[in-house]
């Protein structure tokens, strides 16, 4: 099992359309994957889930938490955190 924790970075958080991309990533792997908002205190959602993304209510500034577990873990911790860097698809201001 591999975790990690980012800082979400786009300005409007993870919204309809940066979770579709995060869903998206995270259902091209085998492992079991969450995204837990550390910020709220919210319990970890399946992070293939649109409906668990989008409640754990993230938004820019907030601290998650993201844990992968199964064959491909490393390769999923890589490919969720370069994404969350990135602004999952938005314009980073600053």
């Known amino acids: 099992m591999r975790t990690t924790e980012k800082t979400v970075l786009n300005p409007s958080g993870i919204h309809l359309r940066p979770a579709a991309l995060f869903v998206k990533a995270a259902a091209g792997f085998a492992s079991k994957i969450t995204l837990e908002n550390l910020t709220l205190g919210k319990a970890p959602a399946d992070a293939k889930s649109m409906l668990g993304v989008m409640t754990a209510g993230s938004r820019q500034g907030h601290q998650v938490r993201i844990t992968a577990d199964g064959s ?23």
């Open 72 to 94: 491909d873990e490393d390769a999923a911790i890589e490919a969720l955190e370069a994404l969350i860097d990135s602004g999952i698809g938005e314009t980073l201001h600053g």
